[in-house]
Every structure is written in structure tokens, then in C-alpha cells.
């Protein structure tokens, strides 16, 4: 399945998200990661939270993968829930440069 299609899935709310996809926002950057943010303001609030979990519960189990880009996007969502979801899955990150979207999560 292309990033395209898989993109697709994710704001369609009657399609059940799968692990095996999630996969494919590991490692996303350039005009991938701008693609996805372009489209994640249509998915549904609870589905948001939902794909932030399981790519939380993805990379504890699973070091390898890497959704930073996916969870720095996700610190400006409008909905707290995700941006705090998306805090933690950042909690292990040594990038220097997530720690003013942090600090401005507090504010």
C-alpha cells in the first residue's frame, strides 16, 4: 500500500487501525510529514488520539522505529489529549529542539 492510500485510511474513521500501517509514518519527513499534517486536522479527535497511542505503544516496544516527526507535529494539535499523548511519545527523544514546543505546552 503507497503513503498515499495509507494517508487516505487514516481519516476514514470506519477503517480499523492496524499496527502494520502505522509502520509506514515511521521515519516520515520533507513533504511526507507535510502531507500528513495537511490531512490531520480532518481526522476525527478520538481516531487522533487513537493513532498517537498506538505509535506510542509502538516505539516502547519497538526502538527502532522512529514517529518524532509524527509527535512534534502532533504538539500543536488543538485537541489536549493528542498533544499530551504526543508529549509521551517524545519522552525518550534526545532532539534539543522539541523542548520549546514542550515548554510552550506548559504555558
Known amino acids: 500500500m503507497t503513503l498515499d492510500n495509507y494517508f487516505s485510511e487514516l481519516t476514514d474513521p470506519e477503517i ?6 502505522l ?3 515511521s521515519g516520515l519527513a520533507g513533504p511526507e ?8 486536522s480532518t ?16 516505539v516502547e516496544d519497538n526502538l527502532d522505529l522512529d514517529f518524532a516527526s509524527v509527535f512534534r507535529a502532533c ?12 508529549a509521551r511519545g517524545l ?3 534526545d532532539d534539543r529542539t522539541i523542548i520549546r514546543p514542550l515548554i510552550d505546552l506548559l504555558l
Do not use: C, F, N, Y
Request: glycine residues 4%; negative net charge; hydrophobic residues 40%.
Open 23 to 25: 509502520l509506514q509514518l
Open 43 to 58: 481526522i476525527p479527535t478520538e481516531r487522533r488520539r487513537e493513532i498517537v497511542d498506538r505509535m506510542t505503544e509502538l
Open 75 to 86: 504538539l500543536r494539535d488543538k485537541d489536549d489529549q493528542v498533544r499530551a499523548k504526543a
Open 91 to 93: 519522552e525518550d527523544s
Open 33 to 40: 510529514i507535510i502531507e500528513l499534517v495537511g490531512l490531520w
Open 16 to 21: 480499523v487501525i492496524k499496527h502494520s500501517g
